[in-house]
């Protein structure tokens, strides 16, 4: 019975996402992006070395029906656990500025499991994955798998900074 109502909520939701003009939800998810990256360069000046989308979202072909959005946060020598704080409170209040339009979930990790399960209103899911930028010739390159990180290099977009994907040697044996 539980399970019954769980995907009539979940039917239910998608039929409020579809209800709403595809290029407005479109539109609202870029205007939380660009105000997440803004938020995190005005914040976090000295932290934050560069920002990378990557993904579905960064070639237009995000399912609005479990919208994401992935990023790369490269970052300075000198982070603080108080400017990890920080990102997490930007990440916050900005989510919260959308709670109309959006439930918001903050998953640094890439795996989604289960259901959306709060109101009618879709679920977007951002997926910040903070990494030093230091840790480029590490080995594999800031602690990601190299095949990981081919499928990001070939998606990317970088928002702010340099691009520190650029020229790692992405070549990897099994």
Do not use: H, W
């Not at 108080?82 to 989510?95: A, H, V």
């Not at 010739?137 to 900074?161: D, E, H, S, W």
């Amino acid at each position: 019975m539980a399970a019954a109502t769980t995907y009539k909520k979940f039917k239910y939701k998608l039929n409020v996402v579809r209800n709403m003009q595809e290029e407005q939800v479109k539109n609202k998810i870029d205007e939380l992006v660009n105000e997440l990256v803004d938020g995190l360069k005005r914040g976090l000046p000295f932290s934050v070395e560069s920002i990378t989308l990557f993904g579905s979202y960064t070639i237009g072909k995000m399912s609005l029906d479990r919208p994401n959005v992935n990023m790369l946060i490269f970052t300075k020598a000198n982070v603080s656990a108080n400017d990890y704080l920080k990102m997490g409170e930007i990440f916050y209040r900005t989510s919260k500025k959308y709670k109309d339009c959006f439930d918001v979930k903050i998953d640094s990790l890439p795996f989604r499991f289960g259901f959306p399960t709060n109101g009618g209103k879709m679920k977007l899911i951002l997926s910040p994955n903070v990494v030093s930028a230091l840790g480029k010739n590490q080995n594999p390159p800031f602690g990601i798998p190299r095949n990981v990180l081919r499928g990001m290099t070939a998606t990317r977009k970088v928002v702010f900074g340099s691009d520190p994907l650029k020229g790692i040697d992405l070549k990897y044996t099994k």
